[in-house]
Structure formats: structure tokens, C-alpha cells
């Protein structure tokens, strides 16, 4: 009996089938080689950063690991520096960080040499746009960690701690120091004693793992709240308010990090409800933390049913205000000036706030890249956006050099990404989802890392030590390299760009059906809807053409871009094309570089979307072998998904547009196999 059991385990290892339910996101690694570990001081961090490496060491066995706090010139802020001998830093969380790198490094067969490593922004945060109902805004992987309904939903369960710490432990892992723990569309609620105890347990939590906690409030809550008539910012009982409640904060949580702050934005109230500015009211709240070293996120995300390009509103708002911020404000602007689209160019206000702290919002949830249904790789579009030359000080001055502090030196360098963690056991929906959190951490670390560096090291610690490690199949055998890791690696590199090819190619943005922003919408409209949150606002498409005229002759958006982005864009043909219809409206017969029309072009791209996604199919179903069972049929059935929406989009797109053009789709692509007038109906039965 026993005999046949084990050859039962061991041929389901030997065929890749053991379950995996995906929870251990990267961190797999349970059993490591003996080593010791010395190190002259004792904390809550530094036992942590013992513990990883008991559990996680690949190296020489019976090896002694040091570590060492020791301050180094070299080392800034949490980087620290890896020796032959063990790590060094300046603190308790440089040495985590560390010591997570080296393991890293071991698990994935990368050489560690002496170096020294400095995080690229200082503060390196997720958002939770978690409610303290349970509900995630834009969440897609169940329910909160954080919060939960109910009778007992201020109950701390050893569940719920366990939890946090397998959350902190990953964020730790790559380097993130900061989460906002509840959505910035704040309830008042969570200034309140109950939930101000939980959030102090939470820090209580996070805090040896080296993540600070911050909350988004809400800017009326001294009048929800307080009692106090007023939330204007520079009434003396509202300020007054915000003090005592800050330093109630500070007693409970000394380390507290800061407010989040959505103000004058989507119905969100803010100074503005009193004739203020946005400085006034982030200075007010900024002069309230300063005593206990806290800071100010204030968000530049700001637009309203003017008859403004709404691309060109929160330049319009916030330039004016730069150099009237107080040392502790941060101004936080999401990647592009519309709204996590999946191509967008940089937000203009990245290189032209000179006198301000800015830092980049991205979007791990892919609230507009197939949520968590879609397999898409989001590196690359953080990789083009921090990469994005804004000119600011002639060539070079990439967004990245222009929030990182080497172009413009803020008091403050940070980054945001709004997260996509849920209850799911993978905790993130799909799991591959799982790469964009990791994803933004490493680049929140390190800035400059290529989108393939990520892939790499994330399916080799993801997928990569299997059961079957010591067997053919193992990580970083040749085998598994070129039949798994290079197909895997091809397939998430190219994710990004099929959604835009399949969505919105050509800088097309915002065509999502109403409200859920997943499926297509073109022709989305209602007269009672306001006109900026309609898919007509966006693609202006009629017999003519199709695409936003922002150029000198349009909106004029092209001119908040430094000089010669800003003519560069302005000109059609110096354009780039994968800009095109952000910035130009055009004629459907506009010949595009390669020779088709500009009709013809978004037709191949429309088709090009949907055949990546057949190929996505295609390669997965070929890397069984090397994955188990749970997390390959997931996947698979994920991508089954995926290429039905992609056909819709696809079908959807081209069809609407075609009333317009006038032009027949190429006979080369594969003919629509829907109707219009079923996918309209479809999605308006909806609402
Ligand atoms: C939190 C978009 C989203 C909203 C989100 C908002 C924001 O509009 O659809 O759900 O609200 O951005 O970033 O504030």
C-alpha cells in the first residue's frame, strides 16, 4: 500500500501535478541549507532577517552569514551592501532588504558580488483603495485584508494577523515601505476609535517587516466627525481639529507615515468647497503632521465637466501651486494626465514641478487591462513611463530621473501603486497578477531595471523551485530554461502590448463599456451621462476622422510638454505612432508609416491584439509539463477568457468605427464573428 502511494506522489511530481494554490506568491523557498547567521544587535526586523535566511539559504552549506549596521558613506537611506561576507546597511531595514536580495540572487543562480544597492525613491507605497466595508474599489481578487462587514468587523482574528504578516513579509521582500490601508474615496469612519485601534494593530504588524502605515482621509471630516461647521483649511477650529486628531494618531502609532488625500476630485470634497486652494488645504493638514515627521500625499488627480480637454486639467491646476507647498507635501499625479489607460503618454507634470515634491501614481490593479481575467505583464508600461524623456532639462531628463531626486531635488522622493490584493488565496485574482506586484516593487527599489529583468527573476521564483528541483525539470536547467522560462518570459513581455493592439491601439483611450471598464464601449453615450466619461468624448470619431485633436489648432494640450516633446507631438508625422489618435484627429484614409491607411492600420492592430492572445494560448498550453495542475488549468481557463473579450473588443471596435470609415475591414483578417447591434445590446442591458 505504502509502495504504491509513493509511486503515485512520485509520478504526479515527475508530471509536474502537485497543488499549488498560488498563496506563497515568489517566496516558495521552505527548506534551505544550514548556514549561520551572526549579528551583534536583536530587534523585531533583524530576527526576520535571520529567519529568511535559515529558511531560504541557497549558498555554501555551514556557511556564517554576518550582518552588520554599520554606517557607510556609499549606503543611503534603506540600501545596504552586499560583502562576501553577509550584508551591511545603515539600519535594521537596510539589512532586511538585504538579506531578501541575497537570497534572491541565490534562488535565482546570480552572482553576489560586493555592492552596494539604494533604493531609487525613499517612500515606496502601495494605496488600498479598500473600504471599510470589506469592498474593494477597482479590486478584482476578493474582499479586503484589511477590513471586513459586519458584527464583528473590528475583531482582530489570529487569521487576520497571519494574513498581514504573509502581506508584509512579501512587501518587505521587494522593498516596499508603505501601505495606505483604506481607499481614497475615504469614509470619515476611519478617523474614528474603533478603526484607528485596528489600523494601529495593523501597524503594529507591519512595523518589523519596515512598512509604515498611512490612512486617505476625507477632507469634510471635521464636519462629519468633529462637530465643526466648517471643513474650510484655514478656519481655526478646523485646524485645531486636524491637530488633535493627528496627535491622537501619534499616540497610538508613533511611527504613523501620513495622509492620502483625494480632494476636489469625482465628487470628493476639498478646499476648493471653500474657495481654497489645494495648497492651502494639504499645508493645513501637512502643518498637523510636521511635529511627528509625517507627510502629505495629495493627489494632483483632479478634472471636471468644463469644456477643458480634461487631459490638460490637473497641469492646469497644479502648476500654479508649485513652490506654494510645504516641505512635507507630496504631490502624487497618477503616470498619464487621463487616468491608468493602457497607453497613455507621461502626465506633463512630471518634469515641470520644480519647486515640489512629485511622485508617480501607478495602477497595479488592472482596473483598464482586463482587471483579473486578462494575463498582462504591466513592467513594460511602467518601463516606458519612467523611461519617457520629458525634456526638462534637455535630453536625458527621463521621468524617472525627474522623481527619483537626481534631476529635480525634492525634500521627498516616492512612489505609489494602487494595489491588487485581495482574499483570493493567490491574492491577486489571476496569477500572474501576482508579477505586477512584484514588478512594482522591484522598479519602486530600482528604477532602472528592464521589464525582462523582472520577468526573470519573478517566474523563476514563482514557478521555478518545484518539487521536482533536483530532477530534469528543475530551475535554471537548460530544459526548463528554454521550454518554460523563455516561452513564459516572450508571452509576458509581449501582454502589454497585445491589450493595447486589442483595446486601443494607436493612442486610442478610454472606449470601455460604462462604469466596470472591461469590456469594449465605443458607442457609449447617454445624453444624462457627462460627456468626459463617454467614450465619444475620447475617439471623436465621424466621417471625416477619428482621435483627440490636442495640437496647437486643438486643445493645445501638446504645449504643457517641455520643448521639442511638445512640438514633436504637435506634428503628425514626428508623432509617435503609438500616440497618434491622442494627439491628432485624422482622416480614416491618413497614410500611416508603413503605407496603409490609417483605417486599414487599425484594423491589423485590432486583429494583431486578438492573434497575440491565440499565441498566449498557444505557449501555456505548451508549458504544462513544468507546472502544476491548479495553477495551470487557472491560467488556462483565464486565457480562454481573455481571448473571448479580445475577440469582442476586437469585433466590437472595428465594426462601430466602420459605420464611420466607410472602408471595408482587409480580407486578410479573420471576418468578426459578432454583430454589432448583439454586442450593444449586450452592453446596454447591462445598465
Ligand atoms: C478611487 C478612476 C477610477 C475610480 C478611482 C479614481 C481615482 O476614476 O475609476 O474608481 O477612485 O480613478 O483614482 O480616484
Known sequence: MKVSVCIVVLSLLTLGVWAEDGHQLWLRVKTGVPVNVSCSKKSGTLDIARQELLQG??????????????????????GFK????????????????GVYELLRRQQTGRKVNEEVLNPSYALRLLNHWDNLNGTIERGYAGHSIFWRNGADSLAVTEKDVALWKAYARANASIGINGSVLNNVNASPLILTAGYLQRVKTIADVLRPYGIKTYLSIKFSSPVLLGGVKTADPLDPDVVKWWKAKTEEIYRMIPDFGGFLVKANSEGQPGPQDYGRSHADGANMLADALRPFGGIVMWRAFVYSASDEDRAKQAYQEFMP???????????????????FQ??????????AMKKSSV??????????????????????????????????????????????????????????????????????????????????????????????????????????????????????????????????KQMMLASREAAVNYM??????????????????PWWAPQRVRKDWTPPYYHKADTLGIGFDRTRGGSDAVSQYHEPLGTQFNDVNSCPEIYLLWFHHLSWDYRMKSGRTLWEELCYHYDAGLQ????????????QPYVDQERFFHVQSRLRSQC?????????????????SRMPIPFDIERPVHDLEDLIRKDLQRF
Open 321 to 339: 501651486l508649485d513652490g506654494s507647498f510645504r516641505e512635507n507635501v507630496i504631490v502624487q499625479v497618477k503616470n498619464g494626465p487621463i487616468d
Open 504 to 521: 486601443m491601439p494607436l493612442g486610442l483611450h478610454h472606449l470601455f463599456a460604462a462604469n466596470e471598464h472591461y469590456g469594449p464601449g
Open 82 to 97: 552586499l560583502t562576501a561576507g553577509g550584508v551591511q546597511a545603515n539600519t535594521d531595514r537596510g539589512i532586511l532588504y
Open 359 to 488: 511622485m508617480p501614481e501607478l495602477q497595479i490593479t488592472q482596473e483598464y487591462l482586463g482587471q483579473s481575467i486578462h494575463l498582462v505583464f504591466l513592467a513594460p508600461m511602467w518601463e516606458e513611463f519612467l523611461q519617457s524623456d520629458t525634456y526638462q532639462e534637455g535630453p536625458g531628463s527621463t521621468v524617472a530621473r525627474c522623481t527619483d531626486g537626481e534631476r529635480i531635488p525634492g525634500k521627498h522622493t516616492a512612489i505609489a501603486g494602487v494595489a491588487n490584493i485581495g482574499l483570493d488565496p493567490n491574492w491577486c485574482g489571476h496569477h500572474f497578477s501576482q508579477a505586477n506586484w512584484y514588478a512594482f516593487g522591484r522598479l519602486a527599489w530600482n528604477n532602472q531595471l528592464t521589464s525582462a529583468q523582472i520577468a526573470d527573476e519573478w517566474i523563476q521564483l514563482t514557478f521555478g523551485q518545484l518539487p521536482s528541483e533536483a530532477a530534469q525539470t528543475g530551475n535554471l536547467s537548460p530544459k526548463w530554461t528554454e521550454n518554460f522560462l523563455q516561452p513564459v
Open 612 to 623: 497575440q492572445v491565440r499565441q498566449f494560448q498557444k505557449t501555456w498550453d505548451s508549458v
Open 342 to 351: 493602457p497607453r497613455e503618454p507621461f502626465s506633463p507634470l512630471f518634469g
Open 57 to 78: 539559504w541557497q549558498g555554501e552549506a555551514g556557511a556564517t552569514v554576518k550582518l552588520t549596521i554599520r554606517a557607510d558613506k556609499a549606503i543611503a537611506g534603506d
Open 644 to 660: 473571448l473579450n479580445a475577440q469582442e473588443w476586437k469585433d466590437a471596435c472595428l465594426l462601430y468605427f466602420q459605420q464611420f
